[in-house]
């Protein structure tokens, strides 16, 4: 009968000895922590490579995501600066032949926006339209604007007007005789997606 008992303890000993190390291991292999792997072989090495691979992030969830600042007048966009903000404003249009215009942007490069030349070539966004803005919106900044007309396109800051002020955008056409068709939008919402060059 001693025996029996003996051999009974040996064994719960045993199984609760195997369900510690089980269990251990179980936490080892369930961690965050980084493993070294010695690779002897070149399919070695493509197995690890492969094990690594992530899927990539789709890149319009992200910005969709993204979440912007909400300003309401050129106060606010002066103590946001450099965050990304998005307020509701206006927007007009222009010619480089309006009264008074010289046909020439008045931010660096000071291109001539005469003869249809109402883009800008941007290295980072690539072809878009040239607005002028509010001198509280640095020249080069990179608005998305939507809400116009049920679209949505990339402007940048290359002007300056002297009736524009506060939340008022205005949009460059070819002439000015193109503008009267446009007159004043309101409602209209613009994102500040990069701060000047």
């Known amino acids: 009968m001693k025996y029996k008992h003996k051999q ?15 269990t251990l291991l179980f936490i080892v292999a369930t961690s965050n922590t980084k493993t070294t792997v010695i690779a002897t072989n070149v399919n070695t090495v493509k197995a690890i490579e492969s094990s690594r691979i992530v899927t990539p992030i789709n890149m319009e969830e992200l910005y969709e995501k993204v979440e912007y600042i909400k300003v309401f007048n050129t106060n606010e966009i002066t103590l946001n600066k450099g965050n990304l903000i998005e307020f509701v404003g206006t927007i007009t249009g222009y010619g480089p032949d309006c009264e008074g215009c010289s046909g020439i942007v008045g931010c660096p490069p000071y291109q001539n926006v005469l003869n ?72 209209i919402n613009f994102k500040i997606e990069r701060w000047g060059f």
């Open 8 to 22: 009974e303890k040996s064994l719960i000993r045993y199984f609760l000895g195997l369900f510690f190390v089980i």
């Open 116 to 187: 249809n030349n109402i883009y800008y070539d941007d290295k980072e966004y690539g072809t878009i339209r040239i607005l002028a803005a509010d001198p509280s919106i640095p020249c080069g900044s990179i608005i998305k604007v939507s809400n116009y007309d049920n679209t949505e396109f990339i402007g940048i800051v290359l002007d300056r007007g002297r009736d524009i002020k506060g939340l008022t955008m205005d949009l460059l056409f070819d002439s000015e005789n193109t503008t009267f068709d446009l007159g004043r939008k309101y409602n």
